[in-house]
T-cell receptor, first 113, second 113 residues
Framework: GAGVSQSPSNKVTEKGKDVELRCDPISGHTALYWYRQSLGQGLEFLIYFQGNSAPDKSGLPSDRFSAERTGGSVSTLTIQRTQQEDSAVYLC???????????FGSGTRLTVV | GESVGLHLPTLSVQEGDNSIINCAYSNSASDYFIWYKQESGKGPQFIIDIRSNMDKRQGQRVTVLLNKTVKHLSLQIAATQPGDSAVYFCAEKHVRGAQKLVFGQGTRLTINP
């Protein structure tokens, strides 16, 4: 596609449930990033994929968070046993190489009730 | 620790005036800097970038200035328009280490008619 696509755009879930957030990067972009943005805050790095290299998971806040990238394209961020503090906008971005700027998707707004 | 921050959380200017948004960074090893614009409900949008071998770069109505001596970055927007109202983030990337952008907290720019 022309841009980074994320789905769903909004997700409301009950505390304790698992959620999956999807990101479709720009075709040909080898680098893919997940960030989290809490209300009125900056962007918090979560995880980074570059080609076939092992992902940089240094930003994942707990072991309830995981992500995978299948076939070097689509990525899924999974949050298990969601907590209220997980409520935020989850942003995905991709870049043609890691040395360039990112193109962001519109994000998934997650609300845990 | 490493951080990218902004001097002012909010900025209001009259339509047609010029605006300057400032950013301080703490890691002298950073070699790549980007300004992003984020409108309500959307993902951050790339505005302009600059590498550490430059001190100034111009785009359409925007100029980024980099002062490596004092580790300061600024975004100048000329002849502001209502559509410039948004939150602006600076971000930096380190030349060594993890290939991810570190974002500041953001400045909300409001253009008054």
């Amino acid at each position: 596609g022309a841009g980074v696509s994320q789905s769903p755009s909004n997700k409301v879930t009950e505390k304790g449930k698992d959620v999956e957030l999807r990101c479709d990067p720009i075709s040909g972009h080898t680098a893919l990033y997940w960030y989290r943005q809490s209300l009125g805050q900056g962007l918090e790095f979560l995880i980074y994929f570059q080609g076939n290299s092992a992902p940089d998971k240094s930003g994942l806040p707990s072991d309830r968070f995981s992500a995978e990238r299948t076939g070097g394209s689509v990525s899924t961020l999974t949050i298990q046993r969601t907590q209220q503090e997980d409520s935020a906008v989850y942003l995905c971005a991709s870049s043609i190489q890691s040395n360039y700027g990112y193109t962001f998707g519109s994000g998934t707004r997650l609300t845990v009730v | 620790g490493e951080s990218v921050g902004l001097h002012l959380p909010t900025l209001s200017v009259q339509e047609g005036d010029n605006s300057i948004i400032n950013c301080a960074y703490s890691n002298s090893a950073s070699d790549y800097f980007i300004w992003y614009k984020q409108e309500s409900g959307k993902g951050p949008q790339f505005i302009i970038d600059i590498r550490s071998n430059m001190d100034k770069r111009q785009g359409q109505r925007v100029t980024v200035l980099l002062n490596k001596t004092v580790k300061h970055l600024s975004l100048q927007i000329a002849a502001t328009q209502p559509g410039d109202s948004a939150v602006y983030f600076c971000a930096e990337k380190h030349v060594r280490g993890a290939q991810k952008l570190v974002f500041g907290q953001g400045t909300r720019l409001t253009i008054n008619p």
